[in-house]
């Protein structure tokens, strides 16, 4: 065992699952391949947007195949915290984390005591591996710091790389890890397989074009920023060619490194979208490795069994050329308002497909999700009960793959300056004047101060969040205040005992909701 007491093993090789239409019965496990695509909107899938200038074929033969979430929304509007919420199951405001990303330097935001969904599932008989960009923080062998916290993107300590790192992907419950620290725009550029740099680097690279940019920093030889997307998928397929006969099931995580910056789509790729944007032909090659992933598991006959997932980490960064892009008439946001970071719907209505062929028909849902519910999920479709202290905000969505309603009624946002909204139903109350993103009105920006404090919209009349209703509905605004302030201060929004929010309490963005009436 490692940290998490198993409670119950009930029905571990006689699970009884159902399809969007009919009912079967499985006697093993399925392997599961999760792959987390980096900064990419819910219009750049063609499945998802009917206007979309950019063709997906791959994810979309997946939601063809497959379960398609319309309502599926990340924990947070920004890539570290989302995928501390997918590894752990918890709202990732709950972390150290309160608002922001860590950079490549960052120690490790998961602490060890914490289970995530690799150990529970490694405790449960699965081979276990992880692929990508982690931006999870782990502990650098650091020499000596520099000036700055190693939090800042600019940060550069003097780190031993001949030395392995600690509190990584290992410590985390995967058996096999490759990948890099940070995203790939922030040193340092360094391979890392099992907890061990892959190399000592001599050099120090940067590049400065306006969508292929990268921080200077340290550079090994073996790492090729052009290269990562084709050695990420090579080592994923290669970890499914070789453990598709094996004896135990797999869990892969495949966090990808684009289409986020730098912008750097390989030879064969460039102009495929007809966009005149590196953006537009990198996501096709984000679709690619979709493929090339579904190409491996065909080959080697175990795609029925293999629970396949494509989701994103938030919406699509406006590093991607907004403007440039809707002058060929694609939107990345697709209807929604705003984009990467923002508390608008572009910052976290991502794109969210499975496929089971075994267990689950073809079929679109209207289902809410958090992508903090793939732990529940998984926990459902194995058999096993969660212990009280884990994944305390994750609701399982198994029953939509039974074409029934989930356990999920309500779901909080989060955006990249640590704002809060709380959703239930058709209402959306957002607890802060503007976006509390990267789109207008942006915080401390001129004139904010004079917008109403709290935004409320009816997603189901005004989908673009034009029209703000708090003013008329304040009944409703403090109920959902009330509601919020429970979820945040109960330390859990799933059934059980109180749990304790990590680091400071109060902290800044609460206040205004926690202790308004107090």
């Not at 195949?65 to 501390?84: I, K, Q």
Request: contains cysteine.
């Amino acid at each position: 065992m490692n940290k998490t007491t198993i409670i119950t093993l009930t029905a571990l090789f006689a699970i009884t699952f159902f399809s969007c239409s009919e009912k079967r019965e499985k006697s093993e496990m399925p392997n599961i391949v999760f792959i987390l695509a980096d900064d990419m909107g819910y219009g750049d899938v063609s499945a998802y947007n009917e206007n979309s200038k950019i063709k997906t074929p791959f994810i979309d033969q997946l939601a063809e195949e497959g379960l398609m979430f319309t309502d599926a929304h990340t924990s947070s509007a920004v890539c570290t915290p989302t995928r501390y919420g997918i590894l752990t199951g918890r709202y990732n405001w709950r972390s150290t984390l309160k608002s922001g990303v860590l950079s490549g330097y960052s120690k490790a935001l998961i602490p060890q005591e914490k289970t995530t969904v690799a150990e529970f599932l490694k405790d449960a008989g699965y081979k276990t591996a992880y692929f990508g960009k982690w931006h999870l923080g782990w502990d650098w062998s650091i020499v000596e710091d520099d000036d700055k916290s190693r939090d800042n993107l600019n940060a550069k300590p003097n780190v031993d790389f001949s030395k392995p790192v600690k509190n990584g992907p290992k410590t985390q419950g995967f058996d096999y890890s490759y990948g890099f620290c940070g995203s790939l725009d922030m040193p340092p550029y360094v391979w890392v397989e099992n907890d061990m740099p892959t190399m000592v680097p001599t050099k120090t690279t940067v590049d400065t074009g306006d969508q292929s940019w990268w921080r200077e920093g340290l550079t090994s030889d073996d790492f090729d920023h052009e290269q990562m997307l084709p050695e990420i998928t090579r080592k994923t397929v290669g970890f499914i060619e070789k453990n598709a006969a094996g004896d135990q099931s797999f869990f892969v995580y495949m966090p990808l490194p684009a289409p986020h910056t730098p912008i750097l789509p390989t030879e064969p790729f460039h102009g495929k979208s007809g966009l005149e944007n590196p953006y537009g032909d990198f996501v096709i090659m984000v679709d690619w490795v979709v493929g090339q992933v579904m190409k491996a598991l065909e080959d080697k006959g175990i795609a029925e069994n293999t629970l396949l997932i494509f989701t994103t980490d938030n919406g699509c960064s406006p590093q991607a050329d907004f403007e440039q892009l809707a002058s060929k008439g694609h939107s990345p946001s697709y209807i929604f308002r705003g984009h990467k970071a923002d508390i608008y719907e572009g910052g976290h209505r991502v794109p969210y497909v499975l496929r089971w062929p075994a267990n689950v028909k073809p079929c679109k849902s209207e289902q809410l999700v958090c992508t903090t519910d793939l732990f529940a999920t998984l926990a459902d479709i194995i058999g096993r009960e969660l212990p009280d202290n884990v994944a305390e905000d994750s609701f399982s969505f198994l029953p939509a793959l039974k074409g029934k309603s989930g356990s999920r009624e309500s779901i909080v946002h989060h955006s990249i300056n640590g704002s809060f909204a709380y959703r239930k139903g058709d209402w959306k109350a957002i607890f802060c004047p503007g976006s509390g993103g990267w789109s207008a009105p942006r915080p401390n920006s001129e004139g904010i101060e004079n917008l109403p404090a709290v935004q409320l919209y009816n997603l189901a009349n005004d989908i673009a969040e034009e029209n703000n209703l708090q003013a008329e509905n304040g009944n409703l605004v403090e109920q959902y205040r009330s509601e919020l302030a429970k979820i945040i201060t109960d330390g859990r929004s799933t059934p059980g005992g109180s749990q304790k929010n990590d680091g400071e309490y109060p902290w800044a963005q609460i206040e205004s909701i926690v202790y308004k009436n107090q």
